[in-house]
């Protein structure tokens, strides 16, 4: 069973539509996040979700909103979509706690922008 | 966001030698430590966390942490082609969120 799992795995889409991009964990932790990689492999942060708060909103336009119906799914819709938004997407999750912990990956979505 | 910086690379090494891997953080807060391996087209996968100053050892792997420099390596010894990819190291910040850094592609040459 695949423990963090998003769809769709690519994505092509033109300037201005709006898009989704789904994800579910199984693994029954309390975190999600969305982080955006670019073409310089950079693994940025976008959001972080606790128990479906919101917990960090990096500067991100506002053209990208997550949403998260329960604990084990976290969602990011795109309007209005822009070339420089070309890029993976990736959807994570963990446990918070004062220890260690590692965080989950999906396998990632590839959107690309024309 | 929180800076974790590495050696830009690209990095590339005889298969056989060692591939030694940097990374400065800028929380001094944070006391959890990944090393992330992303092979092309896949999603990064954990293969080391540390959370102590000094070594931790696994198998041809070695990970070193020192919190006064805020600094952490990885080692890898005995290179080999499969172990060509890019390596991501994360911070654990005091506020419980992972932060990357912009990774370092290896290559190991056979």
């Known amino acids: 069973d695949t423990a963090v799992s998003q769809t769709p795995k690519y994505l092509v889409t033109q300037m201005g539509n709006d898009k989704s991009i789904k994800c579910e964990q199984n693994l029954g932790h309390d975190t999600m996040y969305w982080y955006k990689q670019d073409s310089k492999k950079f693994l940025k942060i976008m959001f972080s979700y606790n128990n479906k708060e919101l917990i960090i909103n990096e500067t991100v336009p506002n053209r990208f909103s997550p949403k998260s119906p329960d604990k084990a799914h976290l969602n990011l819709h795109i309007n209005s979509l822009e070339l420089g938004d070309s890029a993976v997407y990736f959807c994570?999750?963990?446990?918070?706690?004062?220890?260690?912990?590692?965080?989950?990956f999906g396998e990632g979505s590839w959107l690309t922008v024309v | 966001q929180k800076e974790v910086e590495q050696n830009s690379g690209p990095l590339s090494v005889p298969e056989g030698a060692i591939a030694s891997l940097n990374c400065t953080y800028s929380d001094r807060g944070s006391q959890s430590f990944f090393w992330y391996r992303q092979y092309s087209g896949k999603s990064p996968e954990l293969i080391m966390s540390?959370?102590?100053?000094g070594d931790k050892e696994d198998g041809r792997f070695t990970a070193q942490l020192n919190k006064a420099s805020q600094y952490v390596s990885l080692l890898i010894r005995d290179s080999q082609p499969s172990d060509s990819a890019t390596y991501l190291c994360?911070?654990?910040?005091?506020?419980?969120?992972?932060?990357f850094g912009t990774g370092t592609s290896l290559t190991v040459i056979p």
């Open positions: 540390i959370y102590s100053n």
């Open positions: 994360a911070v654990k910040s005091a506020g419980n969120q992972f932060y």
């Open positions: 994570a999750s963990t446990t918070p706690g004062s220890g260690g912990n590692t965080i989950y």
